[in-house]
């Protein structure tokens, strides 16, 4: 039998606003990761985030509010593990090799981590205020590998569009991130970064690997 400072025990801990809101956006990635975007709802989520269902709405405006702020969270994890790599001061070719370690490495390069990618990227056509984030995150992530790619081809004096070749190695490193993500047994993480080095350097000559 429960105690009497059990009973009186509040259901859901009471914590700070800002740590709610965390606890909710880490449950709701995780139910992601476990069952796509069909899992991404109030009560999978609350029971998840072991907290009262109302609070998704008071804190989110609703489930597609909190979807949102997901998809900044995640893109701002990616922005911070790569923010030592694109935005470190070394050299072109330093950074570029970085980066493509960075996106083949966890927590980048995780099946839980891939498969919530997944479940946004199906959201992203279809929702206007996903899509907005979506494209500023991604302009800014083309160009970062767009300008290392610029001066690496004008050191070597090759001619080449370095952002459209930035936009092919990161269509490719999306597309060899789906085909691990699906089956491992095809792609894995040396033969994934291999392929994008043999693209780059299809373009612009031997690279630091």
């Not at 370095?162 to 699906?182: K, P, Q």
Request: with cysteine.
């Amino acid at each position: 039998m429960p105690t009497a400072a059990q009973k009186s025990k509040p259901r859901f801990a009471r914590v700070e606003a800002d740590l709610r809101r965390q606890m909710l956006i880490d449950a709701a990635i995780r139910c992601l990761a476990e069952g796509g975007i069909a899992a991404f709802t109030v009560d999978r989520i609350s029971r998840e985030a072991n907290v009262s269902r109302g609070l998704i709405n008071h804190h989110f405006n609703g489930i597609s509010g909190l979807l949102i702020e997901v998809y900044e969270a995640m893109t701002q994890s990616m922005i911070a593990a790569g923010r030592e790599t694109l935005f470190f001061e070394g050299s072109a070719e330093e950074r570029l090799a970085q980066v493509i370690e960075t996106m083949f490495r966890p927590p980048m390069f995780s099946k839980s981590s891939l498969r919530a990618w997944l479940a946004l990227w199906g959201e992203v056509a279809t929702n206007p205020r996903l899509k907005a984030s979506h494209r500023k995150s991604y302009d800014a992530y083309r160009k970062a590998i767009g300008d290392a790619l610029g001066e690496i081809a004008v050191a070597r004096k090759v001619k080449t569009n370095g952002e459209a070749l930035a936009m092919t190695v990161i269509a490719l490193i999306d597309g060899l991130w789906i085909e691990w993500c699906l089956d491992s047994s095809v792609v894995n993480r040396d033969t994934a970064r291999a392929a994008v080095y043999d693209v780059l350097e299809a373009r612009l000559g031997p690279l630091m690997r």
